[in-house]
């Protein structure tokens, strides 16, 4: 089985921490989801076996209207057939789910949204320029579940600029009392160039400490742990079996298609990329020469690849399928490597993989860095 990432870069507004690629001129989604379904066609022999997942990211694909559903279904039907899918999520803000719109993504076969939450507290919101209040996410959420969607997940950061245990408490104990099947949770990240980075260089926010993100960390597990929820890659938790189909296949190395600008695809033994540019994308779709880069991934690579991926989840790296795709002596070394983190507790072997440990967790980077490939 095989999974379809598709980028919708549009943003009504640019939020203060994001490097994805995206662009606020609205004016170009008819020509861009036009350029969308010809790239769809054009690389419809990419994958060599069925398209299980579909996944809508952004940017903020909520920003479609039906006319461009319609427009992007009916090609994907038509070039892939969706007879095999099991998982279509569709990222979106809590302030576009409206009942109209709700109702609309009812007539096509999303049966997964996942909304971009960030935090339930509506002064660091602001800080983000975020579109959306606490009062509309929680409401978005509730829309969702009676227009009839069961799979629903939330983002949430914590670092953010102000933290404290209590905010992070408080955003917790709201996401939990959602229920939803799916909450992912990521450390915030001053990526270099983006305005949040400025204000950090001008001294107007301040980075929360290594002891206060532990600390965040701890109470992320520990809390929604308790809440029920497994804790199933580092920064993913699902109640019992409901984790995301499309984003553990990356994990796991199956292949992927990612159409749009700025898109990724994997075929397990290259890798390509789109221009990071709408108008560049554009033209060359429209040209019938698609401006993208590639890259072989040799054995080294591709070995790197299966730790940094496997070893993130529950399940851990799997050692037959590394002695097999990688031979005897990669997996002498990393069993090599690896045994100082087992003797300390930190790596233990289960049903034939090599998983972190809950103290390996917390130095999840440390551990992957010493098993990977240096040639």
Partial sequence: MAGIYIHIPFCKSRCVYCDFYSTTRGTLKTSYVQALCHELAMRKDYLDQPVETLYFGGGTPSLLAEADWRQIFTTLQAEYGLEHCQEITLEANPDDLTPTYLEMLTRFPFNRISIGIQT????????????????????????????????????????????????????????????????????????????????????????????????????????????????????????????????????????????????????????????????????????????????????????????????????????????EDFGEGRLEYCLRMAEPYVQAGKLEERDGALCLTRAGIFVSDSIMSDLLWVD
């Fill in 120 to 323: 339930f507290d509506d002064a660091t919101l602001r800080v983000l320029n975020r579109r959306h209040d606490a009062r509309t996410a929680i409401d978005a959420v509730r829309r969702c579940e009676e227009a009839g969607f069961r799979h629903i997940s939330i983002d949430l950061m914590y670092g953010l600029p102000g933290e404290t245990e209590e905010r992070w408490a408080a955003d917790l104990r709201q996401a939990i009392d959602l229920r939803v099947e799916h909450i992912s949770a990521y450390h915030l990240i001053y990526e270099e160039g983006t305005p949040l980075y400025r204000l950090l260089q001008q001294h107007r926010v301040e980075e929360v400490g290594e002891d206060s993100s532990l600390r965040f960390f701890t109470m992320l597990i520990d809390t929604l742990h308790a809440a029920g929820y497994e804790h199933y890659e580092i920064s993913n938790f699902c109640l019992p079996g409901r984790y995301s189909r499309h984003n553990t296949s990356y994990w796991q190395g199956i292949p992927y298609l990612g159409c749009g600008t700025a898109a990724h695809s994997f075929n397990g033994s290259s890798r390509e990329w789109n221009v990071s540019d709408i108008d560049l994308y554009i033209k060359g779709i429209e040209t019938g020469e698609r401006v993208f880069e590639t890259e072989t991934l040799n054995p080294t690579i591709r070995y790197n690849e299966f730790i940094i991926t496997t070893m993130r989840t529950r399940w851990g790296t799997p050692l037959a399928k590394l002695k």
